[in-house]
């Protein structure tokens, strides 16, 4: 019988998000195959929570759901206390989506100094310093189930992952949103003329749309292996990054005329060099509806 | 022998410059530019194959010439409402020295769109120029020194205002020199666009 590797998902402060996310992994049979969960908060595990807080329990990787704060317990137990205790003897530690990473949602929560595990927000948070060569960052509101579990089978099988400055592998977010976006035409020729969950039109001038400066392969994994939500016609709200949740998700802020938020690594001179240029065209194939006659 | 293209290109957009503010852009030809520099006429078109595209030309050379020193402004560790002081000397006195640029650029530019109309859609042609602009109002709305307000409200009241005492000055109405202006100016179009 092959070893299945041991896996416990510890939930901080969270929705449970993630979780739901992950129950939509189109191959799961075959995970559980290979990966066994000693415990998680919503499958039936071997062990009971109390069962894990007071014994060692063999482990191979420690999935963080929810951001973390020392006063939320868990069994009685400071979470603080039972990552501690289980980042020891774990192979690698996973941040489970955007909370467990750098605060996200329930940054706001009311307890004592929330954030992620090394991260609250951008800035870099001391507690588990020592953790950091083990960790590796998913973060993601929620994060795509398919990140997950092949970081999981990448864990598995020894594959050393490149990580980015918030240790989240670069496979997955090295790209922005934008790359696979079916309006990228849209985004060229700088029309937006968008209505929310139509086809037609870029929502990054007026709707609001994080994509030319979120990290992610929404666009490149779908979800559900159908759908983006830029596809879908609604903005990326960059759930994958530091500064997420921001305010007005709706719409684009601007200062005269110019967005605030640039696409990543785009100067303000050449942005608006290069919207000049594309300005100055109209393409009539692109202000009209796709498949109106 | 690029450089030396690129040389000759601008002796001659100096020198229609000075033609058409002298004589009129209709009333200006090719030949006599070529002549004026003792050029044939048919060299001159190795430079510029018609005469519209020798306007348009103009015009981006005007807007690179008057982005540039914007940059410079914009570049600087400034208020928003000195940057705003030094737009306008700039201008003011781009209007004294090289008046036939600025004279281009009212007169010949923004009245006669028809001959720009295939080569500088838009904005195309004066991008350089419109681009520092913008950086300027963005740069103070995003410090809290300029309110949010549309773009060409707010361009339409600087350009607007500046242009047309230069207009005035050509015209020979204003009584005074344009440098004397440059304080009131600075102060009414801050005071219109400061977030205040
Ligand atoms: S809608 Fe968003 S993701 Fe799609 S092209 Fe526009 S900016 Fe990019
Ligand atoms: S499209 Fe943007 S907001 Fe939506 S899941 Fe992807 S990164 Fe998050």
């Known amino acids: 019988m092959k070893t299945k590797m041991k896996v416990l998902w510890l939930s901080a402060i969270s929705c449970n998000g993630n979780t739901h996310s992950f129950f939509n992994y189109s191959q799961m049979e075959q995970f559980l195959e290979d990966f066994e969960f000693i415990y998680h908060p919503v499958i039936d595990s071997k062990y009971l929570l109390q069962d894990i807080v007071s014994q060692d329990i063999e ?21 603080v206390d039972i990552i501690q205790r289980y980042s020891k003897r774990v192979k690698k530690i996973v941040t489970v989506g955007t909370c467990a990473t750098f605060g996200g949602i329930f940054r706001e929560s009311g307890y004592e100094k929330t954030s992620g595990l090394h991260f609250d927000q951008e800035k870099r948070v001391d507690t588990f310093k020592s953790l950091l060569d083990k960790t590796i960052s998913l973060s993601g509101c929620p994060v795509h189930p398919e990140v997950l579990v092949n970081t999981l089978y990448a864990i598995k099988k020894d594959i050393t992952l490149k990580v980015d400055e918030f240790l989240r592998p670069k496979e997955f977010y090295a790209y922005t949103v934008h790359n696979g976006c079916t309006r990228n035409e849209y985004f060229e020729y700088k029309v937006d003329n968008h209505n929310f969950g139509e086809l037609e039109g870029c929502m990054f001038y007026d709707h609001g749309c994080q994509a030319p400066f979120t990290h992610g392969s929404c666009n490149k994994i779908l979800w559900n292996e159908v759908n983006s939500k830029t596809r879908a016609g609604l903005p990326c709200m960059g ?19 110019i967005p605030e938020h640039l696409p990543v690594g785009v100067n303000k001179r050449v942005y608006l060099t290069l919207a000049g240029i594309t300005k100055a065209f109209k393409i009539d194939r692109l202000e009209k509806k796709l498949f109106d006659d | ?50 005469k519209d595209i020798l306007a348009s030309e103009i015009i981006k050379y005007i807007s690179v010439y008057l982005g540039k020193k914007l940059r410079e402004i914009n570049e600087e560790d400034i208020s928003t409402k000195e940057k705003t002081r030094k737009i306008v ?95 009131d100016i600075t102060y009414n179009i801050y005071k219109a666009l400061s977030s205040q």
């Open chain 1, 59 to 79: 482990c191979d990787v420690l999935l963080i759901e929810g951001a973390i704060s020392k006063e939320f317990k868990r069994a009685d137990l400071s979470i």
């Open chain 1, 239 to 257: 759930c994958t990054e530091p500064s997420f949740p921001r305010q007005n998700l709706f719409s684009t802020k601007k200062n005269m005329a």
């Open chain 2, 89 to 183: 000397e700039m201008y003011f006195k781009t209007a004294s020295v090289k008046p036939e640029m600025i004279d281009y650029f009212l007169r010949i530019y923004l009245s006669n769109r028809e001959v720009f109309r295939d080569t500088c859609e838009g904005m195309l042609c004066v991008n350089e120029f419109v681009t520092e602009i913008m950086i300027y109002f963005e740069e103070g709305v995003r410090c809290g020194d300029l309110r949010e307000q549309d773009f060409f409200s707010a361009f339409g009241l600087f350009m607007g205002y500046l242009g047309g005492m230069v207009f005035l000055k050509g015209e020979d109405i204003l009584p005074k020199d344009l440098n004397e202006y440059v304080e």
């Open chain 2, 1 to 50: 022998m690029l450089d030396k293209k690129q040389l000759k290109k601008e002796q001659i957009i100096e020198c229609a410059l000075e033609l058409f503010a002298s004589r009129g852009f209709y009333s200006t030809t090719i030949p006599d530019i070529a002549k004026s520099l003792k050029m044939s006429v048919g060299n001159m078109y190795n430079y510029f194959k018609s």
